[in-house]
């Protein structure tokens, strides 16, 4: 059972809190992005943009390393990552206004909204969001460890056993193409359906189940790996050309 984490609630809340008051109040124009309030949360907005690039430079920087620990980074980065979005919001008042400006709001919902799926991706292949990544020679092992259970089990006919030597060989090339680790993925449900049908509801194989399951496991690791790695991929030209158009936005604004 998944226990509630009160504090990431709480962060939660709060921020939708103040966007539902910041979107209820809009019409009011207590203040305006040109001056005053809502200068300053430009100003603030894009500093937090600006921040996000401690959390990559940390890997690069050593002394970085040494201050916190990777996962306050991340921490740090996911914080910002919200809120960043959040005060550059307040700052328009909801309104796209000039074609700099949408230009420029735009791709900083598309990083943010990207920011999204790689937060979902980081997840599957860590402890919790902030706990340490998770090796696949781990979930081998456990695998292996209940092959020697499974393998000796009435369901594990000469098909199967070829199907799922198949699969194994698979998984455990290396980085795993995208559309092997789907196959993988799909053949294991074939196989977990096929095995139901054969198998007697009285005295259902457990160690079968267990070990398919960690099978599955792997494929999924292989799986969800290669989708963050094809995210990098995407996130960074997506968030340089966030600084760009914002870059370009603050100049334009201040010139003209």
């Not at 009435?154 to 070829?162: E, G, I, K």
């Amino acid at each position: 059972m998944r226990t509630i984490n009160y504090s990431t609630l709480l962060f939660c809340l709060f921020t939708a809190g103040v966007l539902m008051l910041g979107w209820w109040q809009k019409d009011e124009y207590w203040y305006t992005p040109e001056n005053g309030l809502g200068y300053a949360f430009g100003i603030i907005g894009c500093t937090m943009m600006v921040l996000l690039l401690l959390y990559p430079a940390r890997k690069h920087y050593k002394p970085m390393r040494r201050l916190f620990k990777v996962h306050h980074w991340f921490r740090f980065h996911m914080v910002f990552g919200v809120w960043g979005p959040c005060f550059i919001m307040l700052h328009s008042n909801f309104n796209l206004g000039s074609t700099n400006s949408t230009i420029a709001l735009s791709s900083m919902l598309l990083v943010a909204g990207s920011g999204v799926f790689g937060r979902y991706f980081y997840q599957k292949l860590h402890r919790g969001l902030y706990g340490k990544q998770i090796e696949f020679s781990e979930l081998d092992n456990d695998y292996q460890l209940s092959k020697a259970e499974f393998s000796q089990s009435p369901l594990f006919t000469d098909d199967m056993r070829q199907t799922v030597s198949q699969i194994e060989a698979d998984l455990t090339q290396g980085l795993v193409p995208l559309r092997t680790s789907i196959r993988a993925r799909h053949q294991i449900r074939q196989v977990r359906k096929l095995s139901k049908k054969r198998s007697n509801k009285q005295q259902p194989n457990e160690h079968w189940k267990i070990g398919l399951s960690k099978l599955y496991s792997m494929a999924n690791y292989a799986f969800y790996t290669r989708l963050f790695s094809l995210w990098h991929v995407l996130h960074l030209p997506i968030f340089f050309m966030m600084l760009i158009t914002a870059t370009v936005h603050i100049f334009v604004v201040h010139m003209y």
